[in-house]
C-alpha cells in the first residue's frame, strides 16, 4: 500500500467554482501534513501546512482527518491561476522523511 | 532569507556517462537536505536526505550516491548513467525534520 494516496484527477472546473481534493495516508504516527503545488515543468511550492484544527488562507482550506487518516484541500472561487498539480505531502514519524503524493491535477476553464 | 540554488537546470548525457548535479542553500545552518526525482508524469521519490556533513541515507539502491561535503552543498553522482536515470531532479531542504521542505528549481536530465 502506497504511503500517501491521491486522485489523479484531472479536475476541469470552470472559473469561480469550488473544488475539493482528498488525500489518504497509511501510517497513523504520521506526524506532518501538507499541500504543495506543483506548476507544469516547475518545482514544488509549499501551499499551506495542515494542522489538526484546520486552517485557511485566502480561497485556500486545509483539513486534517486522524481518524479516517485523510487531509483535504478545498479552493473556493477558484482562478484561471490555480491551475496546477496538487502534491499532499505527509511526514512519517521517523521525522526526515517526506511522502508525496503523485499529485491531483487541476484546471481551471474561462 | 533562506535560498537554495541547484544546477546545471538542463542537462543531456549519453548512457554510460557519469553525472554530477550540484544543490547549496544560504541563508540557514545545519538544514536537512534531500534529493528527489520525479519521471515524467510520476510523483516524487525520495533518492536520498541528510541530517548533517557526511551522512547520508539512501531510500532507493540504484546507481545513484549522494554526498554532503559542506554544511549546506548536497551532491548527488552517478559513474554510469543508465536510461532509467531521466526525469526531473529535485533539491530540498528542511529545518527541521518535521517542519516543510523548498525545493530547489529542479535539474531536467535526459539520458540519451
Known amino acids: 500500500r502506497k504511503e500517501v494516496e491521491q486522485d489523479p484527477g484531472p479536475f476541469n472546473v470552470p472559473e469561480g467554482a469550488t473544488v475539493a481534493f482528498n488525500c489518504t495516508y497509511s501510517?497513523?504516527?504520521?506526524?506532518?501534513f501538507f499541500w504543495y503545488r506543483q506548476d507544469c515543468r516547475k518545482e514544488p511550492k509549499l501551499l499551506m501546512s495542515v494542522y489538526s484544527s484546520g486552517n485557511e488562507d485566502g480561497r485556500f482550506t486545509a483539513q486534517l482527518n486522524r481518524a479516517s487518516q485523510y487531509i483535504s484541500l478545498l479552493i473556493r472561487d477558484s482562478k484561471l491561476s490555480d491551475s496546477a498539480t496538487y502534491l499532499c505531502?505527509?511526514?512519517?514519524?521517523?521525522?526526515?522523511?517526506?511522502?508525496f503524493g503523485t499529485g491531483t491535477s487541476l484546471t481551471v476553464i474561462p | 532569507s533562506q535560498t537554495i540554488h541547484q544546477w546545471p537546470a538542463t542537462l543531456v548525457q549519453p548512457v554510460g556517462s557519469p553525472l554530477s548535479l550540484e544543490c547549496t542553500v544560504e541563508g540557514t545552518s545545519n538544514p536537512n537536505l534531500y534529493w528527489y526525482r520525479q519521471a515524467a508524469g510520476r510523483g516524487l521519490q525520495l533518492l536520498f536526505y541528510s541530517v548533517g556533513i557526511g551522512q547520508i541515507s539512501s531510500e532507493v539502491p540504484q546507481n545513484l550516491s549522494a554526498s554532503r561535503p559542506q554544511d549546506r552543498q548536497f551532491i548527488l553522482s552517478s559513474k554510469k548513467l543508465l536510461l532509467s536515470d531521466s526525469g526531473f531532479y529535485l533539491c530540498a531542504w528542511s529545518i527541521a525534520g518535521v517542519s516543510e521542505q523548498y525545493f530547489g528549481p529542479g535539474t531536467r536530465l535526459t539520458v540519451t
Open positions: 505531502v505527509v511526514n512519517a514519524n521517523t521525522g526526515n522523511q517526506f511522502y
Open positions: 501510517n497513523s504516527a504520521s506526524q506532518s
